[in-house]
């Protein structure tokens, strides 16, 4: 490695375990997948605006702290208390904005943690990029190397953990008919990743063994209570697939072996797959579109159920009617869909 390809290597080395995470993160929406031009732009969001953002506040308030003390506590205040606060709330922009916007495609919390992380990765490329430069600069490749392992890989999920907490909350105003939940659970998301954030960055910031395994028990168990939830709430939209598709058999919306295979997801990619094998590309993805209709069927019927709107209701409608067939969005059953 040398001062001429070091910005190569270190984008390649930012990016490689992110493209990794990302599909993982991806993979975990097994119900329906979320548009792919909004998970991109919320991954830009994190990589560009967010990261210049971040840049330009962080530097602007943490200079009088470098002003009036000496580079050590300085480090401390700019590090572990202004730079999660700046990151955090320059992330979650983007998450408030689908909020407001694109409220329709927050189905689930699932849906939240998934738009939190994707802007977490983005901005973890960019960062890690930087970082890894420097530590080239200040250290050569043996600094660069231990660099890209803690950074790509020990921590490499750490800036998805934080902002997937704002999605969290971000999710949860959307989903709930309670208005104090509405207001407070983005504050609340919010609130847990600057926390979170804070922790692991003084954690670190102590440069010791006992920092490192501080680190790793905040990052790693956030992690880990993130799976569960991810678990639970996928167990979640099962019993929604059985609960508001059950009725419609009777419809005439599905058959019932149609119904027996949309409430597992591992059914439906078993299903897919086959489709694939035996009649090519076309009838896998019109087996994908008519299965993202049958979630999202149960969605917006749980919706309604919740909260009585009209909306909720007419969506429903238009489901139904495109998968029974009817002229009004016809997506006839595949041949091997119906049993």
Not at 39 to 51: C, H, T, Y
Not at 76 to 102: C, D, Q, R, Y
Not at 165 to 192: E, N, Q
Not at 217 to 223: I, K, P, Q
């Amino acid at each position: 490695m040398t001062a001429g390809n070091v910005l190569l290597l270190s984008l390649l080395a930012a990016a490689a375990p992110v493209a990794l995470y990302v599909g993982l993160i991806y993979w975990a929406d097994r119900y329906e997948k979320e548009p792919w031009w909004l998970l991109s732009a919320a991954f830009l969001w994190g990589a560009i605006p967010a990261a210049i953002l971040a840049l330009i506040f962080n530097t602007l308030l943490s200079m009088p702290f470098y002003l009036l003390l000496d580079s050590g506590p300085a480090d401390l205040v700019s590090g572990g208390f202004i730079a999660p606060i700046i990151e955090e709330t320059a992330k979650a922009l983007i998450l408030f904005l689908i909020l407001f916007l694109w409220r329709h495609e927050l189905d689930s919390p699932l849906d939240g943690l998934i738009y939190g992380a994707m802007v977490g990765m983005g901005f973890a490329m960019v960062e890690n990029v930087l970082y890894y430069v420097t530590a080239f600069e200040e250290g050569g490749q043996a600094v660069w190397n231990g660099t890209v392992v803690m950074r790509g890989v020990v921590f490499g999920l750490s800036h998805a953990l934080y902002t997937s907490l704002t999605g969290l909350g971000i999710a949860a105003a959307k989903l709930s008919p309670s208005r104090p939940v509405r207001w407070l659970a983005p504050l609340l998301g919010l609130g847990a990743a600057i926390t979170l954030h804070a922790l692991h960055n003084v954690a670190m910031f102590t440069n010791s063994p006992l920092g490192l395994l501080a680190g790793l028990t905040f990052d790693w168990g956030g992690m880990t209570i993130t799976a569960v939830i991810i678990t639970l709430v996928l167990y979640q939209e099962r019993q929604w697939m059985r609960r508001y598709l059950a009725d419609e058999v009777a419809l005439g919306t599905l058959t019932a072996d149609e119904y027996d295979l949309v409430r597992s997801a591992a059914g439906r990619n078993r299903r897919r797959l086959g489709l694939l094998l035996r009649e090519g590309p076309d009838a896998w993805r019109r087996s994908g579109r008519r299965y993202r209709e049958c979630s999202e069927l149960a969605y917006y019927k749980r919706h309604h159920a919740i909260f009585g709107d009209e909306r909720s209701l007419a969506a429903a409608e238009r489901l139904r009617a495109s998968l029974a067939g009817h002229p009004a969005g016809s997506n006839p059953p595949l041949p091997h869909e119906t049993g």
